[in-house]
Structures are given as structure tokens and as C-alpha cells.
Nanobody, 128 residues
Framework: QVRLEESGGGSVQAGGTLRLSCLAS????????MGWFRQAPGKEREGVAA???????????YLADSVKGRFTVSHDRAKNMLYLQMNSLKPEDTAMYYC??????????????????WGQGTQVTVSS
């Protein structure tokens, strides 16, 4: 059972910045993905960003079109950490943000059905 713990959420004004962090209890780094998803009230869960690692020394980032140019995803292999740097935040970014990990998600890393383990989520609120 993989445990995931998110941190870094909060409330900011539009144009502000937040950095989310996710700590995984374990991570295989072989054909594995780790991603950020968000869900606003009354809306479906949306893939925001992910990193797919086919092996320990390879990593491919994925970003949803809605956040490209504003968000950056990165990971720290040594610490089993995933980060989401969020700049130029907009009110429509308001949601609960979840960290998740899954397998065999090359090309589908933003599809939540590929993910098996989920964190509890961290709230991001952006006011106008």
C-alpha cells in the first residue's frame, strides 16, 4: 500500500503563487507515474500535471493545456517527492488538489483511471 501525503495548499489572490508537495512512501521508478489532479465542487476530476518515469534515469513531464505556461511539475528521485509549482493562479484553479501514483501510464499520465493510490488532497483557493 503506497501512502501519499500532500502539502502546500492555501488561499491566495489571483496572480499569486503556491507550491504543492507530495511525499510518497515508496516509488518504483519503473513504468510508473506520479501526478496531480484537481476537483472543484460539481466538476469532474481533472488531470493537471504528471511525471512518467519509464526507468530511474528517465522522466517525462505532462501538463494539462489549461495550466501550461503557468504550472511546472517536477520530482525528486532521492526523496520520493513530487512538486507542483503554480504561478499566475486564477480563480478557476480553485479546487482540491490530489497527488496520485500509478503504473503503465505512458501517454495517458493525465488520465486518473491509470492511478491506483491517492492522497487525501490539499485545498487551493484563488480569490479574484
Amino acid at each position: 500500500q503506497v501512502r501519499l501525503e500532500e502539502s502546500g495548499g492555501g488561499s491566495v489572490q489571483a496572480g499569486g503563487t503556491l507550491r504543492l508537495s507530495c511525499l510518497a512512501s515508496e516509488y518504483s521508478y519503473t513504468d510508473t507515474c506520479m501526478g496531480w489532479f484537481r476537483q472543484a465542487p460539481g466538476k469532474e476530476r481533472e488531470g493537471v500535471a504528471a511525471v512518467y518515469t519509464p526507468s530511474y534515469f528517465m522522466a517525462f513531464p505532462y501538463l494539462a493545456d489549461s495550466v501550461k505556461g503557468r504550472f511546472t511539475v517536477s520530482h525528486d528521485r532521492a526523496k520520493n517527492m513530487l512538486y507542483l509549482q503554480m504561478n499566475s493562479l486564477k480563480p478557476e484553479d480553485t479546487a482540491m488538489y490530489y497527488c496520485a501514483t500509478g503504473r503503465s501510464c505512458d501517454g495517458t499520465a493525465l488520465d486518473h483511471v491509470r492511478y491506483n493510490y491517492w492522497g487525501q488532497g490539499t485545498q487551493v483557493t484563488v480569490s479574484s
